[in-house]
């Protein structure tokens, strides 16, 4: 089993930048993709982003497209979502996890995740 923290959210104004972190301890969790989810109120959780242990291959929401990016320390175990032009519709509690291949689905044990609210 992977642990999983995350960190970074806070307040933030529309158009502003913000980073989260995700660190990873536990099993060896090379074996999968990481990625990174969110949950806003009254709506179902969502695919963010993913990433391959090695950086190498990415995927993005068409929802945050061309607006966050995705990257990966596999020396520190650390994964990383770069989020800018952020919009009020980005608030949500976000959360990283491990990502099955080739499903592509999350794994079942999530960390408590980090709110980032968008607001003036």
């Known amino acids: 089993q992977v642990q999983l923290v995350e960190s970074g959210g806070g307040l933030v104004q529309p158009g502003g930048s913000l980073t989260l972190s995700c660190a990873a301890s536990g099993r060896t969790f090379r074996n999968y993709m990481m990625g990174w989810f969110r949950q806003a109120p009254g709506k179902e959780r969502e695919f963010v982003a993913r990433?391959?242990?090695?950086?190498?291959?990415?995927a993005y929401a068409d929802s945050v497209k061309g607006r966050f990016t995705i990257s990966i320390d596999n020396i520190k175990n650390t994964v990383y979502l770069q989020m800018n032009s952020l919009k009020p519709e980005d608030t949500a509690v976000y959360y990283c996890?491990?990502?099955?291949?080739?499903?592509?689905?999350?794994?079942?044990?999530w960390g408590k995740g980090t709110l980032v609210t968008v607001s003036s």
């Open positions: 996890n491990v990502v099955n291949v080739p499903t592509m689905t999350p794994g079942d044990y």
């Open positions: 990433i391959s242990w090695s950086g190498l291959t990415t």
